[in-house]
């Protein structure tokens, strides 16, 4: 991912729909494109940090990534919704996967994102514990789905 990539990025995270499934998202859209920019920006800069476009056709229709917490690796990712169902998600965190040496992997996920959750068991990860979280978006506590890959 690169800052180039930042607005189409940034398009997708203002779809209603999919915030709604993503849950752990501030509640207002208020992040202005230039906050999310430079916040994005910062991320890339940041070596324990990578982030990837999704391209099919040469057209971006998502992301995935790794991050770290409390140290240990975790990934994300996003689909621009028109192209959610088709396998490119599940594909994708295969790909991103490979790349990263260290295990265990974590993943988490709204309790009822049930593509998320299948895009995470397809590659291989297992639920293995819930939490119950505040949900931004939502506005409320739900369950939050943690997942783990340890091969």
């Given at each position: 991912m690169t800052?180039?990539?930042?607005?189409?990025y940034?398009?997708?995270?203002?779809?209603?729909?999919?915030?709604?499934?993503?849950?752990?998202?501030?509640k207002e859209k208020s992040e202005s494109?230039?906050?999310?920019?430079?916040?994005?920006e910062e991320r890339l800069e940041n070596s324990t940090i990578?982030?990837?476009m999704i391209t099919l056709d040469e057209k971006s229709v998502g992301m995935v990534g790794k991050y770290e917490q409390d140290e240990l690796p975790e990934i994300t990712?996003?689909?621009?919704?028109t192209f959610a169902g088709q396998g490119i998600t599940t594909e994708a965190v295969r790909l991103?996967?490979?790349?990263?040496?260290?295990?265990?992997?974590f993943a988490s996920v709204a309790f009822d994102n049930i593509a998320s959750k299948r895009v995470l068991e397809k590659n291989g990860f297992v639920s293995t514990?819930?939490?119950v979280s505040y949900a931004p978006v939502r506005q409320?506590?739900?369950?939050?789905?943690?997942?783990?890959l340890e091969k």
């Amino acid at each position: 991912m690169t800052k180039e990539d930042l607005s189409v990025y940034y398009s997708w995270q203002l779809d209603e729909t999919s915030r709604f499934q993503a849950a752990f998202m501030p509640k207002e859209k208020s992040e202005s494109f230039d906050e999310f920019s430079k916040n994005w920006e910062e991320r890339l800069e940041n070596s324990t940090i990578n982030a990837y476009m999704i391209t099919l056709d040469e057209k971006s229709v998502g992301m995935v990534g790794k991050y770290e917490q409390d140290e240990l690796p975790e990934i994300t990712y996003w689909i621009d919704r028109t192209f959610a169902g088709q396998g490119i998600t599940t594909e994708a965190v295969r790909l991103l996967i490979e790349r990263i040496k260290a295990r265990p992997i974590f993943a988490s996920v709204a309790f009822d994102n049930i593509a998320s959750k299948r895009v995470l068991e397809k590659n291989g990860f297992v639920s293995t514990d819930s939490i119950v979280s505040y949900a931004p978006v939502r506005q409320n506590d739900i369950i939050e789905c943690i997942y783990e890959l340890e091969k």
